[in-house]
């Protein structure tokens, strides 16, 4: 496999072999989702919003 096809070979390695000095890398990947989750989620509030205004406002009559 090329390095393209597996973007972070060293986390599934770590998590299955159990290594104790690789939890950082885990930990790291599950801050990063967690912050890119949140900048999405806020990024899509507002656009659906927007978007679904008549929604709200159909619900309210």
């Known amino acids: 496999m ?3 096809e597996k973007p972070f ?3 599934g ?3 299955n ?3 104790a000095d690789a939890g950082w890398i885990i930990w ?3 801050t990063l989702l967690g912050a890119l989750g949140y900048v ?3 990024l899509f509030v507002p ?3 927007r978007i679904l205004r008549w929604h ?3 619900a309210r009559s």
């Open 56 to 58: 709200r406002q159909a």
């Open 13 to 15: 390695n770590a998590i």
């Open 40 to 42: 999405v989620n806020s």
């Open 28 to 30: 790291a990947a599950i």
């Open 2 to 4: 090329k390095f393209a």
């Open 47 to 49: 656009a659906e919003r």
């Open 17 to 19: 072999s159990g290594q």
């Open 9 to 11: 070979p060293e986390m």
